[in-house]
C-alpha cells in the first residue's frame, strides 16, 4: 500500500510517495521516528497530524477505531454556515491509519542532520510566474 505523506516544516510542506507499512495501526498525534522512512531521515522526528482516505473523508482523532462514523460538528471540516447553535453530521474516519488511508500529514518535531531542501531538492524550484499572451485586437 502506497502513501502519500505531506511533510509539513515552518517553512513549506515536502511530499513524498513511500510504502511504508509500519505506518498501519498508528494513530493520529501518535511520534514515528524519521528513519523509519528511510536514511536520510535520520534525527528527525514527527508527528501524525491527519490525512484522508480513499474517498477522501478526513481522519478525526477525536474518533477511536479505523472505521467511518457519521458525528455532529459545530465548527471545523466543511462548515460554511456561521448561524449560533448550527451543528451537522459529517462523516469522519477514525483515527487509526489502515490500508483504506491514501494520504498521512506530519509535522516535524525535530530536525536532523541533514535539511530537507537536500532531501528533496526537486521540490525546492520556485514556481514560475505564468506569462501572459496577449490576443491581437480584432479592428
Known sequence: MAFKLNISDKEKAWKLQTDAEFLVGTSVGD????????????????????????????????????GLKGVLLSKGWGMKDSRKGLRLRKTVRGKVIS?????????VLKHGSKHLSAIFPDQNKQAEPEKKVEEPVKV
Do not use: C, H, R
Open 31 to 66: 511520534k514515528i521516528e524519521g528513519k523509519e522512512l528511510g536514511a536520510d531521515f535520520e534525527g528527525y522526528e514527527l508527528e501524525i497530524t491527519g490525512g484522508t482516505d480513499i474517498a477522501g473523508f478526513p481522519l478525526s482523532k477525536d474518533v477511536e477505531g479505523l
Open 99 to 107: 490500508d483504506k488511508v491514501v494520504q498521512i500529514n506530519m509535522k
